[in-house]
Structures are given as C-alpha cells and as structure tokens.
C-alpha cells in the first residue's frame, strides 16, 4: 500500500499537531518492517516550502522524501480553494492513499483520502485562529470532511463532535490516539520544590488569563505560608502567538514578576526534563481535541490538573484533578490541593502511570492501517458504483 502524508506540520517547531504527525509517521514505518503478513507498506512524506527543507530524522529514513520548493500559502490557496494541482503531479508518484494532517483534503487523482481532525474548535470560535485557518478552516472543513474517504481523530470525544458537526457516519472515523513518549517514570514523587508547569502554544484557547488569575490567586493565599521553601513559579512553555503580548506584559509586573517564567518553544529533545522538574501540569484550555502535554506528564509520574472541557477528562480518565477552566477560584483550589496533600499527589502520580500505559504508537499506527485499508475499499467501491 503506498501511502503519502502531509509532514509539512513537523517541518519546524514541533507543537501538537506536528508531533503526531512525526511520531504517527514512526510508527508506520516501524509496524512495517516488523509486520510479516499483509501489503507492504511504502510510505512518503510530502512536504512544501519556499525556504525550508524536509529532513529526515533517523526513525524516519526508511520513507520517501517529497519536497517541492512551492511557498505553502500559495499552495494552500490552490488545494483549499481550487482543488489543484493533484499531489501526484507536484510527487511524480502514484498513491493509494494520501493523509493530510488537517481538516482539509489533499487534491488527488486516484488515491483514497484521508484527513485528520484533532479538534473543532476553529468552528465555534473562528476568532481564536488565525492566518489560513481562519480564512478556510470555517468554510471549507464541513465539506471536506463529507468527502473524505476517511478521517482520523485522536479521542473519542473528537469523533462525536466530528460525526455531529459534520454529519459524518461514525463508520468512517478512526479514533487514533497519540502513544505516550518512551520516557522512564522519574524515580522521586512530585519535586516539593517543582513548579507548575503549562505546556503549549499562548493563544486564547488555551485560558493563559485564567491561569494567570488562578496563580495570582494561589500566590496571595499560601507564599506567605511557604517560608520554609520557595513557592513554587509558573513555568510557561510554549511559542508565544500575537495575542501573547498582553499576558507577557502581565508578568512583567508585580505581583507576577519573578514568579511566572515564559521559556517559549520547547525542543523535543528537552521536553523530558522540563516535565522531571515539574510539581503538577496545570491544562486550564477551553478546548482540546486530546491535550497531548496531559499523556507526557502521565507518562513520567506528574500529577495533572485539567479543564474540565474537551477530551481532556477522556484522556486524564479520572487520574488527576479536573477545574472549571472559566473559574480562576476552583483552579486554583485544585493547584493547592495538589500543593498542600502529598497523599493525593503520589495518588494521582500512580494512576497516571497505570493511565499512560494505555496509549501506545503501535496501536495508533495499527488503527491508521486500518483506516486506510478501510479508505481504499470505500474509493474502489465509489469508483465501481457498488454500494
């Protein structure tokens, strides 16, 4: 089977979306060399910039490299809003499947289509987006959608929202869930000297005011109960967006100065330490399709407080402590409760392994595989007019 995915999301800084798209593509590649029954799986990755250049990271050269020296707006605006040129023609290559790694198609020829929806929140909060999200998102995701020959999302929640928003039969969406890193859990429990940790992008959707409010708050009520150790600061990590300035002007100032950090874009590689020095991950967003940095913290023993919105329950599944991500008050009583109750963090730190133990990379590539087989029988079928 000759699949082609879309790693133009990986191709620099990789948030949330790029990192599945990465390791998505890893563990295709490693399921096809292990798999010993079946079609053979040829996998390439297409990739499209003026200046910047697909590379392959070493889990990633057994796939072909695609890389057409086009300007992404400019082909965006094409695909999006024309349907053209067909991706064969910019590959020099056929496929059976092409995956894009948002919601709208990949212009094809012959191949199956697959897209991938992680969250809708650009459709009820358009304003929240920017840049070709907001000009095509909105408009065009409904249709593309419908005309998929299969999506993947990565939680069950997505997948109801999908099939409601859209009108897609349930059928034809794959819940594919992102693995948890290949990270050992720390030897030690929550560090009493740790911070909280936010990880992701500062845009609204992810509530930075509130949790600024929240931490102002906490701050008030217990540092002067904590002099016999520092209370803990405020780690933000993550590309600051242009609605960012406000918030970083915040902390800047007294109360927050000194106590509230903005580190900006974490690499990869350095994810797992910033986790290790971590107290508690606080994940206060309005909306996530998954909330990948929950699994991370998981993974390595963090206990987790979470928005109580979303898929963020799913994916905590009852393992950390869930807050009203409107109310400034309950979110920060849930951080102090993880500040004050060493039981309860050691709680959350051991049903968060036990929880993080469930997603695996091999599973999401196994369910991709059968999306696709799945996607390519449904086009053959369309093709031949059986129902």
Not at 195 to 224: Q, S
Not at 258 to 280: F, H, K, T, W
Request: hydrophobic share 45%.
């Amino acid at each position: 089977m000759r699949v082609l995915i879309d790693y133009r999301p990986a191709l620099r800084g990789r948030t949330g979306a790029g990192e599945y798209t990465h390791e998505l593509a890893a563990a295709l590649l490693a399921r096809a060399c292990l798999s010993a029954a079946g079609d053979p799986l040829h996998l390439s990755l297409f990739s499209s910039s003026w200046k910047d250049r697909l590379w392959l990271a070493p889990e990633l050269r057994a796939a072909t490299a695609i890389d057409a020296r086009v300007p992404v707006s400019v082909l965006n605006l094409c695909w999006h809003r024309f349907g053209w040129p067909p991706v064969e023609r910019l590959a020099g290559a056929a496929f059976d499947v092409t995956h894009s790694s948002h919601p709208l198609i990949m212009p094809a020829r012959d191949a199956a289509r697959i897209v991938t929806i992680h969250d809708l929140d650009f459709v009820a909060h358009p304003e929240r987006t920017r840049a070709e999200i907001r000009r095509d998102y909105p408009a065009l995701a409904r249709r593309h959608a419908q005309a998929a020959d299969g999506i993947l999302v990565p939680s069950a929640f997505t997948r109801a929202e999908v099939e409601r928003q859209f009108e897609v039969p349930r059928e034809r969406i794959t819940v594919c869930a992102p693995g948890a890193p290949d990270w050992t859990p720390r030897a030690r429990s929550a560090p009493r000297t740790g911070y909280f940790l936010f990880v992701g992008t500062l845009e609204p959707r992810k509530n930075i005011g509130v949790l600024l409010d929240a931490y102002e708050r906490l701050l008030a009520e217990r540092a002067p109960t904590h002099a016999e150790r520092p209370f803990p600061e405020l780690v933000l990590a993550g590309r600051a967006g242009p609605e960012a300035s406000g918030w970083l002007a915040r902390i800047a100032r007294a109360p927050l100065a000194g106590r509230v950090r903005a580190i900006g874009y974490v690499d990869p590689d350095a994810r797992q330490s910033l986790y290790e020095g971590a107290r508690v991950l606080v994940m206060p967003s309005l909306d996530e399709g998954f909330g990948l940095p929950v699994l991370e913290a998981m993974t390595l023993g963090v206990p987790v407080v979470a928005a109580n919105r979303g898929a963020l329950p799913e994916v905590l599944g009852g393992a950390g402590l869930l807050a009203d991500p409107l109310d400034a008050i309950d979110l920060a009583a849930a951080l102090g409760r993880l500040l004050d109750d060493e039981g309860l963090c050691v709680a959350c730190t051991n049903r968060g392994l036990a929880r993080s133990a469930g997603f695996r990379w091999t599973e999401a590539a196994a369910r991709a595989c059968e999306a696709y087989r799945r996607a390519v029988a449904r086009r053959a079928e369309a093709r031949t007019g059986v129902a």
